[in-house]
């Protein structure tokens, strides 16, 4: 079992920047891909961006591409997004996972087996 909890989400003006932090504990982290994905009430979870177990290969939506990045800090089991220039379209409750890598960038939510319990990110016009 994988345990994930996310932090850092809020509310921030159009323009603003936030991080979002995952912890993860229980198994070892280094063997994890990570993802985040957001949702919005009606829509279905997508993916932001994905990372794979050394942070090495990274991978972002179109509509996150130049704005978020993603990273991880292996020694802390720690997962992170850096959110830049934020749109209220981001607004979202955003979720961090984790799946055992298998030289694959996921890009589906069924493809990770954990599941944090998911941030709120309000970005206000």
């Known amino acids: 079992q994988v345990q994930l909890v996310e932090s850092g989400g809020g509310l921030v003006q159009a323009g603003g920047s936030l991080r979002l932090s995952c912890a993860a504990s229980?198994?070892?982290?280094?063997?994890?891909?990570m993802g985040w994905f957001r949702q919005v009430p009606g829509k279905e979870r997508e993916l932001v961006a994905a990372i794979n177990w050394s942070g090495g290969i990274t991978h972002y939506s179109d509509s996150v591409k130049g704005r978020f990045t993603i990273s991880r800090d292996n020694a802390k089991n720690t997962a992170y997004l850096q959110m830049n220039s934020l749109k209220p379209e981001d607004t979202a409750v955003y979720y961090c996972?984790?799946?055992?890598?298998?030289?694959?960038?996921?890009?589906?939510?069924?493809?990770?087996?954990?599941w944090g319990q998911g941030t709120q990110v309000t970005v206000s016009s």
């Open positions: 996972a984790a799946r055992k890598y298998d030289g694959v960038i996921a890009t589906m939510g069924p493809s990770y087996d954990y």
């Open positions: 229980g198994r070892t982290f280094s063997n994890y891909a």
